[in-house]
């Protein structure tokens, strides 16, 4: 915490030199710890790995400053960077070239990048740590104090401003990243960038001055609109796969085949944007995309290097100050509170109901609102019945009987055949195979084949999956749309695909004897996968809400499904209505989980271990509510060579974002700093 209102700059060495000796103490002597497991103690050694920081406080970090044409702390000296004579601001125009494969056609391209510049230079090399450290050695020592003398050559062949402490550290030479670049932060500027550009706000960079020297360097521009059908094709695609990059960059897993492949993409995505927006939209942001892949290679996924995590607990701590005199005293009462709460929660009984043995949120299972007796048709009641039998694992040898005796009254009915045919008599001869077995068939069976009562229940909600869904009637009017449905694939249907519907009703069915209890169903209207959806190349889905299909087979268990958003899409085209054709959205679950059995190594980039992710019992709401104690998903980078056990992997999408009760998620891009990204 550093007083004051203004940053400390330059003195910042000032303020980190109780840590640097702490961590001198840490790696050279080490410091006696108890072990709670063994009931010794140890010596307790420890290293600092990296720092996280947005791009400002990276300079003052490392002592190489952010601003100007050697902004970029890669390419340092070696950029190829200039300052715009008309918008008078550094540019990162036409500097991506030169880290192309030798014979890209882009490197020979005299039209639309500089005016007939052939690119030849390759990208510089990094430097190693040994070579960095040589060169911080030679700087000068800056006193402490007011001091704006600078050291000779800033700004021209160096950007250097002071010798950062850490290089005090022995082993900071040896770290393949020492200083972080903050993903969302350079995301989020390019974003701005990008859509003020797009939108013409007062922030665009195709201002006046940048058509100056659009003229200077270039000898076409193309004019900038709106999105997809409102831009050019060549300008939607392009802005697609730079959003497709951010969105795969911060994916929880990562493979370094993977990696590899985004590294040569966002070169080529660079390029197609300098073909299309004006040199001064390329500030030292633009540029910074190029070595996020490098970081990511070395150190792993986004959520271990970025600042969400503290970010929330620091918002969380804000929020617990209600003394604004004791600004100090608020929080560390706040934190004490916490941390002893959570520690005494650890010797309760298993019995007593604590966040560390709750269910997690939206995961339970369960349905909430004020029910309502209805009767279904004898139709639905049927389907309803049917799809519970066949989706019930006590049945399952009962089915294989039932194909078993299809197959023999005939021999050449195929696997379609008996699938339809389940769905037709299965009940009905699983009923008859009840009252002919009698007692020899379990209690459970019996109840479960003899079918449900014919009045039901149906219910506003259903929380399951991390998800919390909303039938389409509940969330009318609402700011936030829950009503969407995505099972994917069937079954019993041998097409992997994926089916995208509406909730319309969640029914509770009513089974008697010794079952008991409730069996839960979402009846949904599904929209046709075949005529009403389009994919296009960028896996943007596209569903024709006019276009409803098997409405024969309306129900689904709730445990099968995700959740997704349906959002129009503005269009040019005047004979495709938005309202017709929508842009589906898969919504991310809120649950939690963690590393288990796993650790980075950075010595070894090929050789890092094999990590699965598991649900852990963290309590993230209280009935009715949220509580502000929310944690991220983890999940280390795993070898392309390694592979997991089925049971191993879990494939939900697992991040810290939801809805609640009321609220739910927001029918349009959320910010969701947990999840896949919203660029």
Not at 119 to 135: F, H, K, V, Y
Not at 227 to 236: A, E, N
Not at 295 to 323: C, D, I, S, T
Not at 585 to 607: F, K, S, W
């Amino acid at each position: 915490m550093i007083p004051g209102p203004k940053s400390p700059g330059k003195n910042l060495n000032v303020y980190l030199r109780p840590l640097i000796d702490e961590l001198k103490v840490l790696w050279k002597d080490g410091v006696q710890t108890w072990d709670v497991a063994t009931k010794t103690n140890f010596n307790l050694k420890a290293a600092l790995m990296w720092t996280i920081s947005d791009f400002p406080s990276y300079g003052m970090l490392c002592g190489w400053s952010t601003h100007g044409k050697l902004a970029c702390p890669y390419c340092m000296e070696r950029t190829k960077s200039f300052t715009l004579p008309k918008g008078r601001k550094p540019c990162w125009f036409d500097c991506h070239r030169r880290f192309l494969p030798e014979y890209h056609p882009f490197r020979t391209n005299r039209k639309n990048f500089r005016k007939g510049k052939v690119e030849n230079d390759i990208p510089a090399p990094r430097l190693s740590g040994t070579d960095m450290r040589s060169c911080v050695m030679r700087l000068p020592d800056v006193p402490f104090g007011k001091n704006d003398k600078k050291i000779i050559g800033f700004g021209e062949s160096h950007n250097w401003v002071r010798k950062s402490i850490f290089w005090e550290l022995p082993y900071w030479s040896t770290n393949l990243i020492r200083h972080n670049l903050y993903v969302m932060h350079v995301e989020k500027n390019v974003f701005d960038n990008l859509f003020n550009t797009i939108m013409n706000t007062g922030k665009t960079k195709d201002n006046d001055a940048a058509r100056l020297d659009i003229k200077i360097f270039m000898d076409m521009h193309q004019t900038l609109q709106a999105f997809r059908d409102v831009l050019y094709k060549s300008i939607w695609d392009v802005v697609t796969e730079l959003s497709r990059f951010f969105n795969d960059l911060c994916s929880k897993t990562l493979h370094e085949k993977a990696v590899s492949t985004l590294e040569k993409n966002i070169i080529e995505i660079k390029c197609k944007l300098e073909k299309i927006f004006p040199p001064g939209f390329f500030d030292s942001m633009e540029h910074l995309t190029i070595h996020l892949l490098y970081e990511a290679l070395v150190g792993g996924p986004v959520q271990y290097r970025w600042m969400y995590h503290f970010e929330r607990l620091m918002g969380m701590l804000k929020r617990a100050v209600k003394n604004r005199a004791c600004v100090e005293g608020s929080i560390c009462e706040a934190y004490s509170f916490n941390e002893i709460s959570t520690f005494v929660s650890d010797y309760f009984p298993d019995e007593v109901l604590t966040k560390a043995n709750r269910v997690l949120r939206n995961d339970d299972g369960r349905t909430y609102g004020k029910g309502k007796r209805i009767f279904l048709s004898e139709k639905d009641l049927h389907a309803a019945h049917t799809y519970i039998l066949l989706n019930c694992e006590e049945i399952d040898e009962y089915v294989r009987s039932y194909d078993d005796e299809l197959k023999v009254k005939n021999p050449n009915i195929t696997d379609k055949d008996i699938q339809i045919n389940r769905y037709k008599e299965f009940a009905l001869w699983m009923k008859d195979k009840a009252l002919t077995a009698g007692s020899m068939i379990p209690a459970n069976i019996h109840a479960l084949a003899m079918g449900p009562d014919k009045d039901q229940v149906i219910r506003n909600g259903y929380k399951v999956n991390g998800y919390n869904f909303h039938t389409k009637a509940y969330g009318h009017g609402k700011r936030t749309i829950n009503s969407g449905v995505c099972v994917q694939g069937d079954c019993y249907n041998e097409l992997n695909q994926s089916f995208y519907g509406e909730l319309e009703e969640i029914i509770e069915f009513s089974y008697r004897g010794t079952y008991g209890g409730h069996i839960n169903l979402f009846k949904c209207r599904w929209f046709d996968s075949e005529k009403g959806k389009h994919v296009d190349k960028h896996d943007i889905i596209d569903i024709d809400h006019h276009k409803s299909a098997y409405s024969n087979e309306p129900f689904v268990l709730p445990t099968q499904t995700t959740q997704v958003y349906y959002t129009p899409s503005p269009g040019r085209k005047r004979d495709r209505p938005p309202a017709d054709w929508q842009v589906v959205i898969h919504t991310p679950a809120r649950r939690r989980e963690e590393v288990v059995d796993g650790e980075i190594y950075q010595e070894q980039m090929l050789n890092r271990p094999t990590v699965i992710e598991v649900d852990d019992n963290e309590v993230i709401e209280l009935d009715g509510g949220d509580d502000p104690r929310e944690i991220d998903s983890e999940l280390i980078l795993v070898p392309d060579d390694i592979e997991l056990e089925e049971e191993e992997l879990l494939t939900d999408s697992d991040t810290d974002s939801g809805t609640d009760e009321d609220d739910g998620y927001e029918s349009a891009g959320e910010d969701n700093p947990g999840s896949d990204t919203n660029t």
